[in-house]
């Protein structure tokens, strides 16, 4: 018995241990950023934000088209999000289950995607982290972005040791992901969270990174697993939320979308990322009754597949895949 408590003690001494590895020790940096974005918000000049100091991976994107997709894949109970920038840049929002890892590899180097820009994790539950360790391990990686989380709810999950893992065993570090900071910024390209707007919650889900992305006239807010706690957080923090579309959070769970949160993005499109005949319930009843009574067109990936929108900076089109799977489930 003894000896279980200390290999537990360990297990989290490491974990913790690990945790402050992979950390971006650049925290001062990141508030600057901060500060800059918010001023950003309140309407003032541009700022310079942290987009200027990030190489980008493809340099001629003169050559390639200037459409931007957005790929919900069909994970099954889980969330992955690949985004092709113009000129051939990628960012992945998660990267679903542990089972659907090799799946999702096999299916961007079936894209003959090398680098990836941007891996953002929204936050650290097996459903969204799952899939990244291998993702970290098989592809360069231009930066990772995770929310920080509060000691008291830092996970002791396999999962989680497996993803800092292959972050520090690639010699990654993570930034943290906050609301208010601004990813990208180039002229009609933006990429902006919009939360976490706090550093201790009760529940995983409410420090979920969400992701508000505008190209020319088109906006999309990807919601990860962010409940009503976080939701009215961004209603308080003033944040322009107006979207087109609109990534439901929490896989369509009634803890989330809240009618003032909806009410604020006010989208004509809804995706939720739910598996079939999930556990859970999700979609609940309530989030589609209070999406079909605003008139929002919804897809769902456990009925239409892989979702892809391919946005020209004016207009977007949706189109529907079901032979587009990565559930490895
Ligand atoms: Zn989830
Ligand atoms: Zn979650």
Redesign the pocket.
Known sequence: MKNKIFSFLFCLLFIFLSGCNVWDNGQNLSSDLTTNAQSQFVGSEQSRTESEDINLSSANQAENNQNLLIEILNAGQA?CILITLPGNRYILIDGGNNNDGQKLVDYLKSKTISNIDFVIATHP?E??IGGLDLIISSFDIGKIYMPKIHDSDVPTTKTYEDFLDAVSNRGYKISPAKAGSTLLDEGNLKLEFFAPNSDNYNNLNNYSAVIKLTYGNTRVLFAG?AENVSENEMLKAGFNLKCDILKVG??GSNSSTTKEFLEAVDPKEAIISCGMGNQYGHPHAETLQKLQAAGINIHRTDQDGTVIITLDGNSYTISKHKDINIDGN
Do not use: E
Request: proline share 0%; glycine share 0%; hydrophobic share 0%.
């Open positions: 969330d539950h459903d969204h697993d929490h896989h």
